[in-house]
């Protein structure tokens, strides 16, 4: 199945390429693009400008994709080989259903990033980007994909300053700060290890969890400071 | 044990268990049950299981005989589960659970040469081991693709003897919610909102109680906690807090609503 996921994401990012349209894979696969992703997804989500949306929907027409609205995203489906392939795409904003907490695409340049474990180089957020999103919404899934960009080598280091800059141009250093001391309880409560257990079916490690929450408690700092710098600037 | 309820798109083949592996599994008179994610992915076809890792239930005396045989290059058998580093430093990572009954095995599912934990069973050890909410998604998920498969009638008996007749009865409402009606019977709800109501302590109040409840609870903000299903909540005289997202992702992501 993951790999006819992968071949119909190839497929649709060449398309794209092709026809000049900017399309950003986000979720789980884009993580797995900076080398971090500790588990399996069959999840592909997509994100497009508005702008962008009606040739991206005419490349997912062409590939044969039935699409349909949902509230805050698009779905687009196909079968392929007897398997129902299923694209998320958000448009303009990555929006958390939950919270409402939405990252928008302004913000972000496409980057591309080869991954060790993928044949090709998938267009991506800036790893602040994916962290900021995975951060809003906080699943068990996120929580664990956190925790592996926190503490794994992965293709590049997160850059606490480039995402405090995210998080301003965004204008979401507010819920961005308030998400990273829901992510410091969660590792101080010890309810990181029963996520991951929960969706790993292995413990993390003590190491992991130690260097996880130093890693969260810097950034919380980070943002505290650099919320005193812009008020004491703004005055 | 039982073939002929399988629905025809689960193989072995769909699994991702090396080949030496299952030929092992294949080979061996020794019973076992493939468990936990691996067998929950045969079933649903949802969630994938995490890479490397393995679990089987085998009968408790014979542990020593499965670390002995499992012990190979790039393969490890653990009793306890391992920890994530261990996971990515081997091939494969078999974790052993020593539960295995006789009856349990009877019930068995053969996909091709392995054997399965029946779904019914597999569903009550996934709300037993549940400790965020993965394990809730994927028992949901189970029960929506077997829906006309499942013996109900087993799984409500099953579920009053081992404790866990509220979590499967407010798992089963909620999917009739998200779902539909015809994936969960009406009378297995009621049989199961009959079984008497725990103490009321904080593991029993809420449902579940998980990280967004313990951090509201530690603030010593209660009154912050909100029932996500405020009606099926009343029902089973408990806070309902599986995020509405839980289920409604599984039920989106099957197409079943």
């Known amino acids: ?235 | 044990m039982t073939q002929e309820n399988v629905p025809p798109a689960m193989s072995p083949a769909g699994c991702a268990l090396p080949p030496e592996m299952i030929a092992l599994l294949a080979a061996t008179s020794e019973p076992y049950l493939i468990t936990g994610t691996v067998a929950a992915f045969q079933y649903h076809r949802w969630l994938s299981p995490p890479p490397g890792l393995l679990a089987l239930k085998v009968h408790a005396s014979a542990l020593g005989d499965w670390e002995q045989m499992l012990a190979r290059d790039g393969v490890r058998a653990f009793t306890s589960p391992p920890s994530q580093r261990d996971v990515e430093a081997l091939d494969l990572a078999v974790v052993l659970d020593p539960t295995l009954t006789p009856a349990l095995y009877a019930r068995r599912r053969m996909v091709g040469s392995l054997s399965y934990e029946a779904p019914e069973d597999l569903v009550l050890t996934l709300l037993a081991r549940s400790r965020g909410e993965t394990s809730i998604a994927e028992a949901a998920a189970i029960l929506i693709t077997q829906h006309e498969q499942i013996d109900w009638d087993y799984l409500a008996e099953r579920a009053i003897a081992s404790g866990q007749a509220r979590p499967l009865g407010i798992l089963g409402e909620i999917i009739r919610r998200e779902a539909g009606t015809r994936y969960v019977p009406t009378e297995f709800v009621t049989r199961l909102r009959r079984t008497p109501a725990f103490p009321a302590t904080d593991e029993t109040r809420y449902y579940p109680l998980n990280w967004r409840v313990k951090y509201a609870l530690r603030r010593n903000r209660p009154e912050r906690i909100r029932s996500t299903y405020p009606d099926i909540s009343a029902h089973w005289n408990v806070t309902v807090t599986l995020p509405r997202h839980v289920i409604a992702k599984v039920v989106a992501d099957l197409r079943v609503a």
């Open chain 1, 1 to 235: 199945m993951e790999e006819i996921l992968l071949r119909e994401l190839v497929a649709i990012i060449e398309a794209c390429r092709q026809c000049g349209v900017p399309v950003y894979v986000i979720g789980a696969y884009s993580v797995r693009a900076y080398g971090y992703l500790l588990r399996h997804s069959l999840d592909l989500d997509l994100a497009v400008t508005s702008q962008d949306w009606p040739a991206l929907a005419e490349v997912l027409r062409g590939r044969g994709f039935v699409i349909e609205q949902r509230p805050l995203w698009v779905r687009a489906t196909r079968t392929v080989e007897g398997h129902l392939v299923a694209l998320d795409i958000a448009i303009d904003r990555v929006t958390d259903l939950d919270t409402a907490y939405s990252y928008p695409l302004r913000v972000e340049e496409v980057v591309t990033v080869q991954s060790p474990d993928l044949p090709f180089p998938m267009p991506v957020f800036s790893l602040e980007g994916v962290f900021i999103s995975k951060l809003l919404a906080l699943r068990d899934n996120d929580v664990v994909d956190l925790l592996a960009i926190l503490t794994r080598p992965g293709v590049r280091k997160l850059s606490p300053g480039e995402l405090w800059l995210k998080a301003q141009q965004a204008g979401l250093e507010d819920a961005v700060s308030s998400r990273l001391e829901e992510l410091e309880t969660i590792l101080v409560s010890g309810e990181a290890e029963a996520i991951w257990f929960d969706r790993m079916g292995s413990l993390l490690d003590d190491t992991d969890c130690r260097v996880a929450l130093t890693r969260v408690r810097e950034l919380i700092q980070l943002f505290e400071n650099a919320a005193v710098n812009t008020e004491a600037s703004e005055r």
